[in-house]
């Protein structure tokens, strides 16, 4: 166990204070332990995974913080068309992907390249290209605090949405996922793909659809508009994506607004609303909206989570005042 580490070292976005403990978990037995060591000294406790998706605050955290690195996959059974397989949370989702598209499975190779880990994915169900967590997932071995034992929740009790899960939700802090679970068909997608997706296979002449093609093909798509999180700080996508009802979708749609289709959901894309208003490219307090992609807040020079905090703020009225939305954020914070 280390005290004093910056959360800034511990995320993607690269800022915030100091957690006052942090503990690597390589092992399942050490999360009972930890757990039994923060009630016993009343600390909090903070589960991250890769912390791509997770900002850190200026004060820090003063309980402590568990990085996950759990290893392991394993196929649990097969059929003549379907595959199940348990991934221990700390695996890198992308590596999950690879084992997976390599073998021939369809079901998570559009979530290739994304930077967090299998244990994130269905905190906040995870998606990208029209694939998402929910599509797959058939449960998950957690640690319950409540309990103090490790026990397997099924997929339909983890009530997945857009972004979101018990997880993040209503048992927020209770559960420390160990594995997941997902099934996975053996087979490919097919075509139209996800719009993004569907204009690179046009543009390259693609014909091949494998899971081993889409994974490669989504990852040169995200290598264009996504930072690498090694190379550039950032969370990905800062802000949600606008949800809709259908009549305010159909309104929009009149009105020459794009809106999609994601999982049953209609929404409007939020980098398409701060494109139009003008902002892709430009800095504020030191963070800037991507050129590339203008949902993605890059930080180039802010110190601190107060600089992110104000260019936030002129980013979302800015939008705000154009087109009567208000964008919340997509990243969570470390607190
Ligand atoms: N768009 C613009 N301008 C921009 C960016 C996007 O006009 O600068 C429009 C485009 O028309 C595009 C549409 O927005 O067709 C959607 O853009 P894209 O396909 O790039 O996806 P997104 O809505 O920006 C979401 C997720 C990403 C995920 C991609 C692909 C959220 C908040 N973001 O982004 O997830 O990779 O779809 O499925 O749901 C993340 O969560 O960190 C993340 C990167």
Redesign the pocket.
Known sequence: MQENVLISKLTTMRLGGPARYVQEVTEPKQVAEAYDFARKNSLPVYVLGYGS?VIGRDEGFDGLVLVNKLKGVETVSETGDEVVIKAASGEMLDDLCGFTAERGYTGIEAMSA?PGTVGAAPVQNV????QEIANVLVGVSAYDTSQGRTLWIDAADCQLGY?RSIFNTTEFGRYFITAVTIKLRKGQLRPPF???LQAFVEQNGLTDFSPMAIRQAVTAV?AG??PDPKQIAS???F???VVVDDATAAKMQREGV?T?EEGGRNTV????L??QTGL?GKEFHGMRVSDK????LINESAHSYADLAAARQEISDAVYKKFGFRLEQ?PVELA
């Open positions: 998706n994304i998606g990208a290209y029209g972004r996800y719009i993004s995200r508009k996504l969370s990905g996508s802000f949600k994506n794009r999609y894309p939020s980098g398409w701060i494109e892709k992609a203008a949902l993605i997509e």
